[in-house]
T-cell receptor
Framework: AQKVTQAQTEISVVEKEDVTLDCVYE???????LFWYKQPPSGELVFLIR??????QNEISGRYSWNFQKSTSSFNFTITASQVVDSAVYFC???????????FGKGTKLTVNP | DTGVSQDPRHKITKRGQNVTFRCDPI?????LYWYRQTLGQGPEFLTY????????KSRLLSDRFSAERPKGSFSTLEIQRTEQGDSAMYLC?????????????FGPGTRLTVL
């Protein structure tokens, strides 16, 4: 069965701190895709990144970076030099190769204080 | 703006009433998805369409729920005989298949409150 676990329910940091959001997934498929979405207070989910199971290369986009490790079934997300605008709920999601269904974790609420 | 739109944004209804929500996907997108999100949880998949064909349904989609996409463009989600447990945010997403990123673009959601 597919499952995504985001163990951190809430994180609070001070602006300019680095913060890592953890994501652990379970799947029996060898082909799958991992995603991160951001849900700001306005409510609309915003796509951040997609990774497929065959590409373990870490990715950096500006202040955001992602660490995909198949050995530990983890796909962690780091924000460097956090800003108040980063405050949101962040969701990790999994899609198996044979399905269009996204399975989301429960989310991590990040609060960045000035 | 050509993003995914949903109507209404908020709906308050009494238990036992029927409600219908509408989703307009991004115009060239052929796939459309419905999810439900309750407070403090991640979105849960309900169903998806490719053009007008409903290709996958979750067990969460009970007999009281029905979704349609008659012309392969907008979609409606109807809930009959609403229950308090149906109170949630109903999210619609769309995507283009095939595409490089396989990304689902989400709308702002319809928040349903059943009294």
């Amino acid at each position: 069965a597919q499952k995504v676990t985001q163990a951190q329910t809430e994180i609070s940091v001070v602006e300019k701190e680095d913060v890592t959001l953890d994501c652990v997934y379970e799947t029996r498929d060898t082909t799958y895709y991992l995603f991160w979405y951001k849900q700001p207070p306005s409510g609309e989910l915003v796509f951040l990144i997609r990774r497929n199971s065959f590409d373990e290369q870490n990715e950096i986009s500006g202040r955001y970076s992602w660490n995909f490790q198949k050995s530990t079934s983890s796909f962690n997300f780091t924000i460097t030099a956090s800003q108040v605008v980063d405050s949101a709920v962040y969701f990790c999601a999994l899609k198996e190769g044979g399905s269009e269904k996204l399975v989301f974790g429960k989310g991590t609420k990040l609060t960045v204080n000035p | 703006d050509t993003g995914v739109s949903q109507d209404p944004r908020h709906k308050i209804t009494k238990r036992g009433q029927n409600v219908t929500f509408r989703c307009d996907p991004i115009s060239e997108h052929n796939r459309l998805y419905w999810y439900r999100q309750t407070l403090g949880q991640g979105p849960e998949f309900l169903t998806y369409f490719q053009n007008e064909a409903q290709l996958e349904k979750s067990r969460l989609l009970s007999d009281r729920f029905s979704a349609e996409r008659p012309k392969g463009s907008f979609s409606t989600l109807e809930i009959q005989r609403t229950e308090q447990g149906d109170s949630a945010m109903y999210l619609c997403a769309s995507s283009l298949f095939p595409s490089a990123n396989n990304e689902q673009f989400f709308g702002p959601g319809t928040r349903l409150t059943v009294l």
